[in-house]
């Protein structure tokens, strides 16, 4: 599913964020990614999604090596990854309702396909009453369960989620927890990038642990 | 860990799992706003710089085809007429002269009708030469006999003109086949002349809708990353910002084209404004016949509002692609 060989990480001339990272998720597993703040949790998530490519080292992804990968290859494989971003990036001027559906409007199905779909996942994240409400108007809870709506809608194979409970109450983050563990019940692989202990204690996961840039499988 | 009994399990299936409770009552907005907003793309200055483009192509474009139509009557109608001359000669009576000549090219194979023109008409013709004094009956006017040819089967002019030069020294014959090759040369030269016209417009257009399509993908750049991080392809992603380049180029296009047909319909009456009289628009009207469209004219109007919104559309397309291949998400 996932195998990263020698993988290191710098921006720029700057230091090494990651280095001699080597690990392999299997398909359908489900991991908790943690770290100090600073240690290079996102930008392993990032480097999962295809958005920056690594100094060094191999990345696979479903069986393709994607290190260099071209734009239009890039959107298939992006179609089959669910990612919630630590700042949610939601569109400002759709409604909750529709920034849940753009993974669905961009592969070109027609609206009446997913209607219900997309309306039904609003209604389990508790979202019923904010659709049509257009997303600055959200509030910092409601933005990152219509993100986590928003990468789960297209039923990804893998799942990527930083920081996805960061900004709800514990109660709402057992909530969108356990969404996840359904979906990879389903089969989806999930990767959750997270700070929070109690969560990881109450939810009995493999961890990924980022130290000095490096991985220690923990579990 | 505990499960909470409303939340489903793996065994309710995926679409159990997204509806523990299907509610009756749906407000289905099935409208849905576009990705790309129109506001941010095509501002008015847009609007209106291509609607002037497109003006001056039409403009161009109905200006050449005018011209063209009115130059293939002129020269099919003097195709058709040839002309003799016969100079002014005190010794003789030029009348009498004149009457036996038209008898001979009667006879002549090929000739379909003779018409002496009356001194009065010859000098007619040369009234805007020379003005209208009242004194031009005493100058030697130069006679003419009018020919019309048949078209069927015309005669060899090389065999006419020795004839009548055998038969009547002074008598020429003209058959304006100088007059055609120049017509031809000039609308020929103005025709080229409208091309560069029509190219230097697509050019500029081209360059205007590639800045304004560069500031489009800048100032909607979140969006671009955001449908790239949601797996939209880069055609889905051009296709957005085309439609509103296509719609541009349409509205703009109509707007243009209806100013040029404005144009066509009422230059003869903005000359007589100007201050012409009647002369300019008669002038007008020898150039550009009757300076009125026919189907085929609107029709070449229609042609030019498609290519300037095709190439809004096109130009935007190619330029979303190269920005997109110039930078990663
Ligand atoms: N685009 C960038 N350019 C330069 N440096 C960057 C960039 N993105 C991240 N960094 C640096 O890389 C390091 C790791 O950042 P990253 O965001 O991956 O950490 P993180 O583990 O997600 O932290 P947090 O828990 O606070 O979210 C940081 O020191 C950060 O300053
Ligand atoms: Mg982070």
């Known amino acids: 599913m996932i195998r990263l060989e020698n993988v290191a990480l710098r921006y720029g001339r700057g230091p090494e964020i990651l280095r001699d990272v080597n690990f392999h998720l299997r398909p359908g597993s489900l991991h908790f990614l943690t770290g100090p703040s600073g240690a290079g949790k996102t930008s392993l998530l990032r480097l999962l999604f295809m958005s920056i490519q690594p100094t060094r080292g191999l990345i696979h992804l479903f069986g393709q090596n994607v290190t260099r990968i071209t734009p239009s290859r890039r959107a298939d494989l992006r179609r089959r990854i669910g990612i919630v971003f630590q700042d949610f990036r939601l569109l400002n001027h759709l409604s909750t309702w529709e920034n849940v559906a753009l993974p669905l409007r961009v592969t070109g199905k027609k609206t009446q396909d997913y209607q219900e779909d997309v309306t039904d996942l609003l209604q389990w994240v508790g979202l019923g009453e904010r659709m049509y409400a257009l997303s600055p108007v959200l509030s910092g809870g409601e933005k990152q369960r219509a993100a986590i709506a928003r990468a789960v809608i297209g039923k990804p194979e893998l799942l990527l989620a930083d920081e996805p409970t960061g900004n709800v109450d514990p109660q709402m983050a057992r909530r969108l927890l356990r969404l996840f563990i359904e979906l990879n019940r389903l089969g989806t692989s999930v990767i959750i990038a997270t700070h929070d202990h109690q969560l990881m204690q109450q939810f009995q996961a493999p961890r990924l642990e980022l130290h000095d840039g490096r991985i220690h499988q923990v579990g | ?329």
């Open chain 2, 1 to 329: 860990m505990t499960f909470d009994p409303n939340i489903p399990t793996a065994q309710t299936g995926t679409k159990e799992l997204y509806s523990p409770v299907r509610p009756k009552e749906r407000n289905w907005n099935t409208q849905s706003t576009p990705i790309v907003q129109a506001k941010t793309v095509t501002g008015n200055s847009l609007v209106v710089v291509i609607s002037i483009m497109c003006f001056l192509a039409c403009l161009t474009a109905g200006t050449v085809y005018l011209i063209n139509q009115s130059a293939a009557a002129w020269t099919d109608d003097i195709a058709s007429e040839v002309t003799v001359q016969l100079s002014f000669d005190q010794t003789t009576n030029i009348d009498d002269k004149l009457s036996k000549i038209s008898f001979f090219l009667t006879n002549q194979q090929g000739v379909n009708g003779v018409r002496p023109l009356p001194v009065e008409e010859s000098t007619a013709l040369l009234e805007p030469w020379l003005g209208g004094a009242a004194n031009l009956n005493d100058l030697p006017v130069p006679r003419l006999i009018a020919i019309e040819l048949d078209r069927t089967s015309p005669p060899n002019m090389d065999t006419l003109r020795n004839g009548l030069k055998k038969n009547f020294p002074q008598a020429v014959l003209d058959d304006h086949r100088r007059w055609q090759s120049q017509i031809q040369t000039v609308t020929r030269s103005l025709a080229l002349g409208g091309l560069a016209v029509l190219i230097l417009v697509g050019s500029a257009t081209t360059g205007i809708i590639v800045s304004a399509t560069r500031s489009a993908m800048a100032s909607n750049r979140e969006i671009v990353e955001v449908l790239h991080f949601v797996g939209a392809t880069d055609r889905f992603i051009a296709r957005e910002f085309e439609r509103h380049f296509l719609s541009l180029g349409v509205r703009s296009g109509l707007v243009g084209a209806t100013g040029a047909l404005l144009i066509f319909i009422f230059m003869p009456y903005f000359m007589r404004l100007l201050g012409g009289g009647n002369m300019t628009s008669a002038e007008i009207r020898r150039l550009l016949g009757t300076a009125a469209l026919d189907m085929p004219g609107f029709i070449l109007l229609g042609i030019v509002v498609i290519v300037i919104a095709a190439l809004c559309m096109l130009t935007t397309r190619y330029g979303v692609y190269r920005i997109l291949n110039s930078q990663h998400h």
